[in-house]
């Protein structure tokens, strides 16, 4: 015979089982990578890695250099954005990679965690201080984004 407590405490673990079912699991996964740190040192290989992956899957968009002059810009809805100027952390840079931002695609499906790392750090690495460029070239490039 099921007990007043036990038949409550059976429905207290469907409702939460359904409760999950419903949770948006993508807004979880968005939060996790946007708040993680870099698992993978800032180092020589790492950034050579990421440049090659850079050179691979984003330069026709970003350009050479980052700045988002690359060959395929002037086809896309929005500007691609300027990877030197970047204030953000890792982990919002690789969530941007992992689920895409307008109109950059997500690439979670073509590159594994380790690799959108990699281009972290490389992007990080190509990151212009804005103390060295004059403030209106700051601007100037913030509304090419």
């Known amino acids: 015979m099921i007990t007043k407590f036990k038949y409550r405490a ?13 949770i948006d699991y993508e807004l979880i996964t968005r939060t996790k990578i946007a708040m993680a740190d870099n698992p993978i040192a800032f ?8 440049k ?8 026709s968009c970003h350009g ?9 810009k002037d086809k896309l809805s929005n500007a691609p954005a300027n990877l030197t100027i970047l204030d953000q952390p890792s982990g919002i840079t ?6 895409g931002s307008a109109p950059m ?12 790392w ?5 992007i990080e690495s190509i990151q ?12 100037n490039r913030k509304n090419n984004n």
């Open 94 to 99: 690789a969530m941007k990679i992992y689920f």
């Open 118 to 122: 990699h281009l972290v750090n490389f």
């Open 64 to 72: 050479s250099t980052g700045i988002g002059d690359g060959l395929v």
């Open 52 to 59: 090659e992956l850079y050179g691979q899957y984003c330069q």
């Open 10 to 22: 059976l429905a207290m673990a469907v409702f939460i089982t359904i409760i999950i079912f419903f």
């Open 128 to 139: 212009i201080s804005t103390q060295e460029i004059p403030t209106q070239e700051i601007a």
């Open 43 to 50: 180092e020589s290989q790492s950034i050579k890695q990421g």
């Open 105 to 116: 695609p997500a690439w979670r499906d073509s590159l594994a965690m380790s690799q959108i």
